[in-house]
């Protein structure tokens, strides 16, 4: 492909997004279509620059079927053909053995795939103005479920900066939900934060109260 991203960037060709209604009896206008958050991987870039002259490798590889967060990226268009740049920091996980659905198949890098114990606001307004959740005040703090988490960040050298190792899928945590990417997998809303933001293992009868 001519088209060569640089560093940890990465080009996606979004899936098609639905042009009926689920019932199939109206067709949704091209005005109105809902974008997808999950495509192709079309070209990666060679990685993350570290100490000046080693490449962190992208996790993801082309030809693979990927979901990422709302508000991720760019879209451009490359000889008329829509398509998303973006860093792998906004991808979520991979759909493997011809998933297209779903759960991601394996979650990347030192994300968290959570499943929140009240549903998520993935907006919020203030004096009529619609501010992303990126932007809000970060002492806001959520509890909910891990569903499911990734490996760690690759380094440089072929190992990965390790997880947390008291933490496991279906462990329910305290977590931060600034930077947190919601996304809807079967009408489910949930969670997906770096490993950074996860403060704490909590007991399933632990009630927190939360502020912000």
Not at 67 to 91: A, C, H, N, R, Y
Request: aromatic letters at 4%; a negative charge.
């Amino acid at each position: 492909m001519h088209f060569r991203p640089l560093h940890n960037r990465v080009l996606i060709k979004r899936s098609a997004p639905a042009d009926k209604t689920e019932s199939g009896l109206l067709f949704i206008p091209d005005s109105a279509q809902e974008k997808k958050l999950d495509g192709e991987v079309k070209a990666v870039g060679a990685g993350r620059i570290v100490k000046n002259t080693q490449h962190v490798p992208v996790d993801v590889q082309v030809g693979e079927r990927v979901m990422f967060g709302p508000w991720s990226g760019t879209d451009i268009k490359i000889e008329g053909d829509e398509q998303l740049i973006l860093g792998d920091d906004d991808i979520i996980g991979v759909f493997e053995d011809g998933a297209t659905d779903g759960v991601p198949t394996r979650v990347l890098s030192d994300r968290f795939l959570i499943l929140p114990d009240k549903v998520p606001d993935e907006r919020t307004s203030r004096g009529g103005i619609i501010i992303p959740r990126t932007s809000r005040d970060n002492s806001h703090m959520c509890t909910g479920r891990v569903v499911k988490m990734g490996p760690g960040m690759p380094c440089a050298d072929g190992t990965r900066w390790p997880m947390p190792l008291d933490v496991k899928e279906g462990d329910r945590i305290l977590y931060k939900d600034m930077g947190a990417r919601i996304v809807t997998i079967d009408k489910v809303k949930y969670a997906s934060v770096h490993e950074e933001l996860v403060l704490a293992v909590l007991a399933d009868d632990v009630d927190v109260a939360t502020m912000g």
